[in-house]
């Protein structure tokens, strides 16, 4: 597929059937996730990978209120069947150490000295390399937010290190359909020249 067709049709999935997935594109996915940039090539990421029913199974219990469970509405009821589920997580000590480091001329590990938070920015710059392959292999993905109740739960879960804070989270699947329909079928895509300013603001 061209790049601007993967492009074009990328877009948030929410409703997956059970077929499973070709661990060998999941392994692509991953593979491409490690080339996005990184700040100083920090590299301060790791992917949790859950691929098995067992795994994903356990990771909507870690993620989801009870009640949710047993009645799940249509998003929910949609995503479940997903059979991949891909956890991106950033390391802030990564960063920090980075540029305390000799090459990069600072000498203290302040967090003061980041405008933004880079570690979760590359992080999600890496979630939009497994979004873009998910396209480009014919399937469907979506990334989505874990609810803020619910992260300790989920790093206790899966041994996720205290050193790494997930960023979110990325279903994989075969596209079916119905499921929650999505904010593009409610609202338009501001134009190119709604958002960009040339020159000045």
């Known amino acids: 597929m061209e790049f601007i067709e993967v492009v074009r049709r990328r877009k948030m999935v929410r409703s997956y059937t059970e077929e499973p997935v070709d661990a060998a594109v999941v ?30 199974r356990r990771f909507w219990t870690a993620t989801s209120d009870e009640d949710d469970l047993t009645d799940p509405d249509d998003w929910l009821t949609g995503m479940v069947r997903a059979p991949v589920v891909v956890v991106p997580c950033s390391s802030k000590a990564a960063y920090l150490k ?50 803020p109740e619910h992260v300790a739960s989920l790093k206790e879960a899966f041994g996720i290190p205290d050193a790494f804070d997930p960023v979110g989270a990325i279903t994989i699947g075969h596209p079916a359909t119905g499921g929650a329909a999505g904010s593009p079928t409610r609202r338009p895509r501001k134009a190119v020249d709604e958002v960009v300013h040339r020159g000045h603001w």
């Not at 491409?32 to 992917?47: E, K, L, V, Y």
């Not at 949790?48 to 029913?53: P, V, Y």
């Not at 001329?105 to 590359?122: C, K, L, Q």
């Not at 979004?131 to 979506?142: I, M, N, P, W």
């Open 98 to 147: 980075r540029y305390a480091e000799q090459d990069k001329g600072w000498t203290d590990e302040d967090e003061a000295r980041w405008p933004v938070p880079f570690w979760h920015m590359d992080a999600a710059m890496a979630s939009l390399l497994i979004l873009q392959t998910a396209v480009d292999e014919g399937l469907g993905a979506c990334f989505f937010g874990v609810p």
């Open 27 to 56: 392994e692509r996915a991953l593979h491409n996730a490690t080339r996005a940039p990184s700040a100083g090539f920090s590299q301060g990421w790791g992917f949790l990978l859950l691929d098995t029913r067992e795994d994903v």
